[in-house]
């Protein structure tokens, strides 16, 4: 799968996850866009060094690349860079991410607003830029990357989760909204060692959950054949899963009786069960159920 001519963005690609995507997009002909601020894993300072020593090793490797250290949250300037190398953009990685975990009653606006800021409008704004370059070229592929912390929920981490989850709802619409162009939209949840999660592996685990595990799902989802769209993906040690929505069939009020909470209550073993549920792909689709359209 070679990535010839393709212009490649990946943020924050200078440690972990985002750099092993930049250095197997570029082993595979892409010319690739290191973005990352260079600050610590809590957001702090920023250092040129990190995008640079990442493009350092890609061309050291014979590939081709530029280092753009602007905070995802400036987004025109990351796709300007982009534009400004290249001419084009092709696949936008929204990579970029740091952490503030704490407890919620120890949760200080600040915390709860630097995590929002940096994952979501830093997801939102280099894409909002992209965006319209890839309507006109009718090409585009654009990967967000969430957390299982969002997906099923985590201690100490109500901010970093309610932010990886609002960019998997925004994911989704922008799949719908980008498919007429050839715009796919996927997202991932990615298990790897880095120095957001090196504290919660022992040495043994951190061999098994090698950030370069995770990129050949990006790869494969951004590759021009691909025809995925809409997608949540979980990867690690080698290991890749869709993951879809389930309901419960549920229970029906309303017929010869009234909707209160006593008669919810009577039903409530239906609400929850899932031995015969389904898998709306969408609100057209969940809606059937209620509103009885078959
Ligand atoms: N490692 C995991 O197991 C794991 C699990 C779930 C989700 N994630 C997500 O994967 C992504 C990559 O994380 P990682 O584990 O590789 O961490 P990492 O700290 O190694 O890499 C994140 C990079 O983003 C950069 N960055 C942070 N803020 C930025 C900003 N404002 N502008 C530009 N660059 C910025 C950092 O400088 C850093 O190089 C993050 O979005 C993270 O939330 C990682």
Redesign the pocket.
């Known amino acids: 799968m070679r990535f010839d001519n393709r212009v490649v963005v990946v943020?924050?690609a200078?440690?972990?996850?985002?750099r092993a995507h930049a250095l197997a997009f570029a082993s595979r002909g892409a010319k690739v866009i290191v973005?990352?601020?260079?600050?610590s894993?809590s957001?702090k300072g920023s250092d040129t060094s990190?995008a640079d020593n990442v493009v350092a090793e890609i061309t050291a490797l014979g590939g081709e690349a530029i280092a753009n250290h602007d905070?995802?949250?400036e987004g025109e300037k990351v796709i300007k860079s982009a534009l400004e190398a290249y001419g084009r953009i092709d696949v936008l990685v929204n990579?970029?991410?740091?952490l503030r975990d704490t407890a919620f009653h120890k949760m200080t606006d600040e915390n709860w607003k630097i995590i929002y800021d940096?994952?979501v409008m830093?997801a939102y704004s280099p894409t909002r830029a992209a965006w319209n370059l890839m309507r006109e070229q009718e090409y585009g592929r654009i990967i967000f990357?969430t957390?299982?912390s969002g997906i099923y929920g985590n201690f100490g981490q109500t901010n970093y989760s309610a932010a990886?989850l609002g960019i998997y709802g925004f994911a989704q619409s922008l799949a719908i909204e980008g498919r007429k162009k050839n715009i796919f939209v996927n997202t991932i949840?990615?298990?790897?060692v880095?120095?957001?999660?090196q504290n919660l592996m022992s040495e043994s685990m951190s061999e098994m959950i090698r950030?370069e595990l995770v990129s050949p799902l990006v790869l494969k989802l951004c590759h021009e054949s691909s025809v995925e769209n809409g997608g949540l993906y979980e990867a690690g040690a080698g290991w890749f899963a869709k993951l879809r929505w389930e309901r419960a069939k549920g229970g029906r009020l309303g017929i010869n009786q009234d909707i209160s909470v006593d008669n919810l209550e009577e039903i409530w073993d239906q609400v929850v069960d899932f031995s015969q549920s389904e898998h709306p792909r969408s609100t057209a689709e969940a809606g059937k159920t209620p509103l009885r359209i078959s």
């Open positions: 943020t924050g200078g440690n972990g996850v985002g973005n990352d601020l260079g600050g894993a957001g990190a905070s995802v949250t990579n970029a991410g740091i940096v994952h830093g990357t957390s299982a990886k949840a990615p298990m790897a880095s120095r957001l999660t950030p």
